[in-house]
């Protein structure tokens, strides 16, 4: 049997996308890695819902888990201010980089059990930004 690759879609309480409209982080649904993962890859992608302005950004934040490390029987992750940060989605054309929508991929360690991810707009309260996000990954036979 040879080696597959699986594409899933990454929700935020159970949907595709997410409208980020307060600056604070919204982190998606737990993703978990079926035990023969060897690689994974994330895309996210961050489209302004209006005209892109000056600091209309998404920032985006990894929470790994490796399970159950404080013993109440559920995966633990990484809390918010010591999640790990992947990259900033800049939304307005002029800058360099900078672009609506705005998309990137990163690697992703499929040592841990799963991982949630995190996006946080500064700005979106005045001008929201819908964020999507997917992940690949390859599986053993």
């Not at 029987?73 to 360099?96: P, R």
């Amino acid at each position: 049997m040879a080696a597959t690759r699986n594409e899933t879609q990454i929700t935020w309480s159970s949907a595709s996308s997410v409208t980020v409209s307060s600056a604070t982080v919204v982190w998606s649904d737990p993703l978990l890695f079926h035990v023969d993962d060897w690689e994974a890859e994330v895309q996210v992608n961050a489209d302004n819902a209006g005209t892109p302005a000056s600091g209309d950004v998404c920032n985006v934040f990894i929470a790994y888990t490796t399970g159950d490390i404080l013993g109440d029987s559920g995966n633990d992750y990484a809390t918010v201010e010591h999640s790990e940060f992947v990259t900033q989605l800049d939304t307005l054309a002029t800058n360099n980089p900078g672009e609506d929508p705005a998309s990137r991929s990163f690697p992703v360690r499929t040592a841990a059990l799963g991982f949630k991810v995190g996006v946080h707009c500064p700005l979106a309260s005045g001008r929201n930004i819908v964020v999507r996000a997917r992940v690949v990954t390859h599986r053993g036979p």
